[in-house]
């Protein structure tokens, strides 16, 4: 019975959210149930500016807001894109001057003036165990 009681403490350390932090992330102003939102989080600067995500996640859309939770992150700064894919192809569609034609929105709802926001105003710190963040699509 010891034994079990060990390797299940074991298993449960080696968990993905074990790993250090959690985010419950929520999206809001989803206008519409079709497609699906797609996101990706970044832990640096030059992940963020070459597109390089640490971590993905595509969760159905929903009229109003969806709630996904991302297990596994390490604690520290971290910044976040997404988009609704209304139309299901996988891209972020866009007009001329590549302005999305899709809603899409960045962590701490960044500004967004002649392309996307910088690092450091979409960055925020993640802490150990569980967080929360919101960001509403535009």
């Known amino acids: 019975m010891k034994r079990i009681a060990t390797v299940l403490g074991l298993a449960a350390c080696l968990s993905p959210a074990a790993w ?35 971590e993905g996640a595509v969760v159905d859309a929903a009229t109003g807001s969806v709630t996904l939770t991302i297990d596994g992150l390490a604690p520290g700064e971290i910044g976040i894109k997404l988009y609704h894919d209304v139309d299901g192809d996988g891209d972020l569609d866009t007009r001329s001057f590549g302005i999305p034609s899709e809603p899409y929105g960045f962590s701490n709802d960044a500004p967004v003036r002649f392309g996307p926001p910088g690092w450091k105003k979409a960055k925020f710190t993640l802490g150990d165990g569980a967080n929360t963040h919101t960001i ?3």
């Open 20 to 54: 250090g932090a959690s985010l419950e992330l929520t999206v809001t102003n989803v206008e519409t149930a079709d497609g699906a939102v797609h996101v990706a989080v970044f832990d640096s600067q030059n992940g963020w500016k070459s597109n390089s995500a640490v």
């Open 136 to 138: 509403k699509l535009r």
